[in-house]
């Protein structure tokens, strides 16, 4: 699978294309997530087209004027009555103003003067005659930060809840907060963990689950689990489990509420873990294939030799989903039927329509993207999750800082929160595809993936599927995780979970909580995303039950004894305990 980064380059080309990398790396050095050219290019898209059209300037300027008369006369209107109807109020996801004390005069006035300046910079944005819809969706959501940054809940003598609790404590909350702030950047100078983090130790707290590693490549560290305490008999078909390289495999393994890899052991299944390497700059050049044939497809082969006979059931979680799609599909074309099932979790086949995070992907920003990882020959997992802290920065950024420096309370540290930051690296050159290849050209969805030389076709992928998308999902979109539907003709089970792309995913079992399902059979109709979601039954619940009694249906009936550790006489010896060495890689 060739790079376009990394093809050939014209005769006499490469000296001057050297300078322009030259410009990359150093450009990415001071990079944002963002690149600035796109920005630019966005702003001129914007402002060119808007002062060509003044039916639109007339539109903004009628609207700045109705809000601010309609914000003076409920400033009038607070003086008789101090419980007088807002003119504006925040929206379902936004907490910053739901304190008590945001109801009160002055602080009501800018919370509620700050949400119209928000709401008329949103319509300024958008909808501009001519406007590309990419740039505008980019200047709208950077407009969007930036007023953001300015809102009156991140300044200290503006906000009633950080004015109350400076009075409360005599300064106090201020002098913690500093303090809060001094340590938290020596962390991040020394590149530690953030505070609270040593609370969830690899191994102890968090991954872990009884198990051996049972086979180990430059990429991966495979993870057989044991069985449950007491149990006689498992399902004869073993559970492969594929997470996504971004971050540490132990996402499905965390805390013994929340831990996947024990609700499926409980249910009586073998299972098995991919655990990925942590890439350093001398794997820049693996590439995305290698992750096809030295992840999944070894992972299946040792399985395969571990329990000769047996089809397994394979799931993939976010990037380690799509990854494993593309592995079926290969498998399906080359006749390959080792794979009893697939379930795909909260992860992409066709990304026609990526959700938020492809404002950060065009040809400029990942030229930009491939500056920074050129230069040190992996990306890092602090500018790919930039991109994560972006779309979600009230909630990830702002409230968190003020809640540790403005108000001296620091978040209590969680589990997922100590795995978010258990940081890896992504090789240059399979980064650098998976980008354009998925989110610029959409070439798994349309047939011009190779894999072994040969394209890949989602529609050979004749294993029953369950898939699972969640209702606030921003990094997949649960109606791009639905279009499978149109790619493969498969048994497909589709699942709407509630919550996000982590919380809808890794959760506890018996919390409260709601998911729609459906079943279509093979060679069904794929109904547009609106018509599923009226037709699909509503349960209460999680839906990890309903998975693991659809794994248990499409398993063989008679269940056998539980099978021992690795398989020494065909190769794969014991290596040593899980959760493996890989997971500890810095």
Request: glycine letters at 8%; a negative charge.
């Amino acid at each position: 699978m060739n790079s376009p980064a990394t093809g050939p380059t014209p005769t006499g080309a490469a000296p001057y294309r050297a300078i322009d990398r030259l410009r990359e790396a150093m450009a990415a050095g001071f990079g944002t997530g963002v690149s600035p050219l796109a920005l630019g290019m966005a702003l001129m898209d914007w402002s060119a087209h808007l002062a060509a059209a003044p039916g639109k300037r007339l539109q903004l300027a009628d609207k700045a004027a109705r809000e601010a008369a309609a914000l003076l006369t409920h400033a009038a209107a607070l003086a008789a009555d101090p419980a007088a109807e807002p003119v504006i109020r925040p929206g379902p996801q936004d907490r910053r103003f739901a304190a008590a004390a945001w109801q009160n005069p002055p602080f009501s006035l800018w919370a509620q003067g700050f949400l119209l300046a928000r709401q008329w910079w949103q319509e300024a944005t958008r909808d501009v005659p001519g406007v590309d819809p990419h740039r505008e969706n980019l200047l709208s959501a950077m407009v969007q930060q930036w007023l953001d940054m300015a809102s009156p809940a991140n300044l200290p003598f503006t906000n009633p809840e950080v004015i109350t609790r400076t009075l409360e404590t005599a300064g106090l909350s201020q002098w913690v907060g500093m303090r809060n702030w001094a340590e938290d950047m020596a962390r991040l100078a020394a590149g530690k963990p953030p505070v609270g983090t040593e609370r969830f130790r690899v191994g102890q707290e968090v991954a872990a689950s009884p198990g051996k590693v049972v086979y180990r490549n430059h990429l991966i560290e495979l993870i057989q689990y044991a069985p449950a305490p007491d149990t006689d008999t498992v399902l004869a078909e073993p559970v492969l489990l594929v997470p996504a390289w971004i971050m540490k495999y132990y996402i499905l393994d965390l805390s013994p509420e929340n831990s996947l890899v024990r609700h499926l052991v409980r249910a009586g299944h073998t299972v098995f873990c991919i655990s990925w390497r942590n890439p350093t700059a001398e794997d820049r050049d693996l590439t995305l294939e290698d992750y096809r044939s030295l992840g999944v497809m070894a992972a299946v082969d040792a399985i395969s030799a571990i329990l000769p006979g047996r089809g397994i059931h394979a799931a993939g979680y976010c990037l380690g989903g799509t990854l494993l799609a593309i592995a079926a599909a290969a498998m399906g074309g080359a006749r390959d039927d080792r794979l009893a099932s697939i379930s795909l979790l909260a992860a992409q086949t066709d990304f026609a329509e990526p959700g938020e995070l492809g404002l950060f992907i065009d040809h400029d920003q990942l030229n930009s993207l491939e500056g920074a990882m050129r230069q040190r020959g992996y990306l890092t997992a602090e500018q790919m999750l930039g991109a994560f802290r972006f779309l979600r920065s009230n909630d990830l950024v702002w409230s968190r800082m003020v809640r540790a420096y403005l108000m001296g309370e620091r978040e209590p540290m969680t589990d997922i929160l100590a795995w978010s930051s258990d940081s890896t690296r992504m090789p240059y050159r399979m980064q650098g595809e998976y980008l354009r290849r998925f989110y610029l050209e959409n070439a798994l969805a349309g047939d011009r993936l190779l894999a072994d030389g040969r394209p890949v076709a989602l529609r050979n992928i004749r294993a029953p599927v369950f898939a699972v998308g969640t209702e606030e999902d921003y990094v997949a979109p649960w109606r791009s995780v639905y279009r499978l539907h149109c790619l493969s003709d498969a048994e497909l089970t589709f699942v709407l979970g509630d919550r996000d792309h982590l919380a809808g995913i890794i959760l506890d079992p018996t919390g409260p909580g709601h998911h729609r399902i459906a079943t279509r059979g093979r060679d069904g109709t794929c109904l547009p995303s609106d018509d599923w979601l009226h037709a699909a039954a509503l349960r209460e619940g999680c839906w990890w039950p309903a998975w693991t009694d659809w794994l248990a249906r499409h398993s063989a009936a008679e269940r056998v004894a539980p099978p021992a550790m690795g398989a020494a006489a065909a190769g794969y010896p014991v290596l040593e305990d899980a959760p493996g060495s890989y997971v500890r890689q810095r």
